[in-house]
């Protein structure tokens, strides 16, 4: 809200360029370690026991400590704002020099906080995945797990993979500043590119991390208000198995203008290309499972329908990204901005909040408010496009990123795009009072929660006269 306050109308210093950098740091850092991925960490612990059938998470008491660190982590984190010296001002990506020469002495807390949240992901993601290996129910085989018990499961198995080397990263950090090492310092024969390699080798896996859970959830929230099984349920699986490994072999496409080897750039050029082919997959699945579905519109699957569609113009942006030439012209813009954006909050945000009106009912054991559920939606879709869509073209008209003042041919766009984000954030008022108001009470939700949702009854025909007819127990619904 600071960020875009600030950008409400060129020359405004509301706050002064060196706190909206602090605000651009710390929003890039909390949203992605402590938002998004605690709250998909949090789902998974939840629900994969539920779905596979076992009795808890396999590791109870890691699981305990995992949880514990993380509020520390984030109290480290925010506490960088009110101490002496100014908070961390270089970005979310703490590209070295900038933070290692240059950096405020606050950085040390940031660097902590972000080992305190690694080693969180790695004691979260062994439990995850000793318990869905050695928990299962019998006959529950690895390949009738629901979709969100596999995309956690590989998720998990991403997240050992690249957390350790983004603790490699700030440690060397940690070095440099303190104890006279020159890891990313090129007079002392260090390399500041050495930093954006390690970086983004964490960075481009980590961006999957954050996604593969949501496609988990959409997985199982399209299904079940399509009144269909999945649509090519191996094929699902096998896609995220792709996602996960290209993951590994693109972290280059950030870096296309740092002068990296020619070749290079092709390699990770046509690379990129190729990770569309997978995602590709699973959106055509999404709508073949949709596709002559008994459908109805409740506020999870209305969620799920807009992160399908915009999700997929992120993607669209992204392909446009992944060329090298076209990205030399994109990139550092607010169209890199608008990309990234679009696939993180249609994305991630919308299958987290879809996941959780979905399982709110079975949480709680109360069904939520299904009318303000829809203000909540078309609040939010409607603001999410005014506050995103606009960037893409003041990233083309040349608008730099991580600026707190602009040229005045960018004024209406970025107007526009501040009313949209306040939309956004008054919307999601009303989905922290939908889940206060839920968890206090309401209509008590059945066993069944969304069998009998509205516009799907079960249709008895008519018996003969001369016959009896009796409808089997288990289609009656005591609602209708």
């Known amino acids: 809200m600071v960020i875009r306050a600030e950008l409400f109308r060129p020359g405004a210093r509301i706050v002064s360029p060196e706190l909206f950098n602090q605000m651009t740091t710390l929003h890039g850092l909390v949203m992605i370690f402590v938002a998004v991925m605690p709250a998909f960490t949090g789902m998974a612990n939840w629900m994969i026991p539920l779905m596979i059938g076992a009795p808890d998470m396999a590791m ?16 480290i984190l925010l506490s960088t704002l009110f101490l002496s010296g100014p908070a961390p001002d270089f970005g979310w990506s703490f590209y070295a020099p900038l933070s290692t020469t240059y950096g405020p002495a606050s950085t040390d807390y940031m660097i902590f906080a972000i080992h305190l949240l690694g080693i969180s992901s790695i004691m979260g993601s062994i439990n995850i995945i000793a318990t869905i290996l050695n928990m299962r129910a019998p006959g529950m085989t690895l390949m009738k797990m629901p979709m969100f018990c596999w995309t956690w499961l590989i998720t998990a198995f991403l997240l050992i993979a690249v957390m350790p080397v983004l603790a490699c990263a700030v440690t060397m950090m940690l070095f440099d500043r303190h104890f006279g090492t020159s890891f990313f310092t090129a007079a002392g024969g260090g390399d500041p590119l050495l930093f954006q390699h390690l970086f983004w080798f964490f960075g481009h896996p980590e961006v999957y991390i954050i996604i593969l859970p949501a496609f988990g959830i959409i997985s199982s ?39 990296v080897p020619f070749a290079a750039e092709i390699w990770t050029m046509y690379a990129t290309m190729i990770i569309a082919v997978p995602t590709g997959v699973k959106i055509f699945n999404w709508v073949a499972t949709m596709y002559k579905g008994s459908l109805t519109f409740e ?46 909050v249609p994305g991630a945000i919308f299958a987290l909040i879809s996941g959780t009106y979905y399982w709110l009912p079975k ?34 008209a040349g608008m730099p990123r991580r600026v707190p003042d602009y040229a005045l041919q960018f004024a209406n766009f970025n107007m526009i795009a501040s009313i949209g984000a306040f939309i956004f954030g008054f919307a999601q008022l009303i989905f922290i009072y939908v889940i206060i108001k839920t968890i206090k009470g309401g209509p008590p939700a059945t066993a069944q929660v969304w069998e009998g949702a509205k516009g799907f009854e079960w249709t008895v025909p008519s018996p003969a006269p001369h016959h009896t007819f009796e409808i089997p127990p288990k289609f009656i619904d005591e609602e209708h």
């Open 60 to 75: 109870p008491r890691m699981n305990n400590l995992s949880f514990w660190i993380q509020p520390l982590a984030l109290i």
């Open 221 to 259: 929230v399209i299904p079940t208000f399509s009144r269909k099984k999945l649509f090519g349920y191996k094929f699902m699986v096998y896609a995220v198995a792709a996602i996960a490994f290209l993951s590994f072999i693109v972290w280059m496409h950030h870096m296309f203008t740092t002068g």
């Open 363 to 396: 949480w709680t054991g109360h069904m939520y408010d299904e009318t303000l559920g829809k203000w909540h939606f078309w609040l939010t879709a409607i603001s999410v496009n005014v506050t995103f869509f606009p960037m893409h073209f003041l990233g083309l």
């Open 299 to 344: 506020t999870p699957m209305l969620f799920a329908v807009a992160f399908v569609f915009l999700f997929t113009i992120g993607g669209f942006s992204g392909v446009m990204l992944s060329m090298v030439p076209a990205d030399y012209q994109y990139q550092n813009s607010y169209f890199v901005v608008a990309h990234f954006h679009y696939v993180l």
